[in-house]
T-cell receptor, first 113, second 116 residues
Framework: GNSVTQMEGPVTLSEEAFLTINCTYT??????LFWYVQYPGEGLQLLLK?????DKGSNKGFEATYRKETTSFHLEKGSVQVSDSAVYFC????????????FGTGTRLTVIP | GAGVSQSPRYKVAKRGQDVALRCDPI?????LFWYQQALGQGPEFLTY????????KSGLPSDRFFAERPEGSVSTLKIQRTQQEDSAVYLC??????????????FGPGTRLTVL
């Protein structure tokens, strides 16, 4: 079946620190992979995505590379800001044509000045 | 506002009551999804509509859950005889096309349901 395992939080970093949030997945075939972000009081927003192996998704300084050999899609940012404080969800969509999203449990990031 | 909206934002129900949760998708979006997010968990798929047709309801946890989208736009998720385990945030998402692997889903802010 399909599942996503992501690094448990919460994660607290100082401003300008390097961020990594680990995400691994289990899926049949070749799913598409996503990172969604949920800022306080707001709905889920797509942060970035990758649709095939070795693709790199990037947005707002965040990056993640679709690694088929390690079934991973780790989220990274070189220098976090206070405004990056949010909950981050890794997700996959299956390839059955359903496009249903399977989410990890989320990682809460707090960036302190 | 061009985003997905949901109402009410918060709902408190006594056990056994029926509730109805509304979703207004982005205008013109063909696909509409409902998800359930329990506290501290990621969202879990409930059901999918393509226009007015409910093509997938494999995630609905029981026959107390019912969803409709009669005119292919606004959708309502109804929960009958609510139980405490129904307490969660209910998320609605829409996407432009029929289900494809890479079509982006746009999420609403959710309705937080608390069953006492």
């Amino acid at each position: 079946g399909n599942s996503v395992t992501q690094m448990e939080g919460p994660v607290t970093l100082s401003e300008e620190a390097f961020l990594t949030i680990n995400c691994t997945y289990t899926a049949t075939g070749y799913p598409s992979l996503f990172w969604y972000v949920q800022y306080p009081g707001e709905g889920l927003q797509l942060l970035l995505k990758a649709t095939k192996a070795d693709d790199k998704g990037s947005n707002k300084g965040f990056e993640a590379t679709y690694r088929k050999e390690t079934t991973s899609f780790h989220l990274e940012k070189g220098s976090v800001q206070v405004s990056d404080s949010a909950v981050y969800f890794c997700a996959l969509s299956d390839q059955t044509g359903a496009n249903n999203l399977f989410f990890g449990t989320g990682t809460r990031l707090t960036v302190i000045p | 506002g061009a985003g997905v909206s949901q109402s009410p934002r918060y709902k408190v129900a006594k056990r056994g009551q029926d509730v109805a949760l509304r979703c207004d998708p982005i205008s013109g979006h063909v696909s509409l999804f409902w998800y359930q997010q329990a506290l501290g968990q990621g969202p879990e798929f409930l059901t999918y509509f393509q226009n007015e047709a409910q093509l997938d309801k494999s995630g609905l946890p029981s026959d107390r859950f019912f969803a409709e989208r009669p005119e292919g736009s606004v959708s309502t998720l109804k929960i009958q005889r609510t139980q405490q385990e129904d307490s969660a945030v209910y998320l609605c998402a829409s996407s432009r096309h029929t289900r494809t692997r890479t079509d982006t889903q746009y999420f609403g802010p959710g309705t937080r349901l608390t069953v006492l």
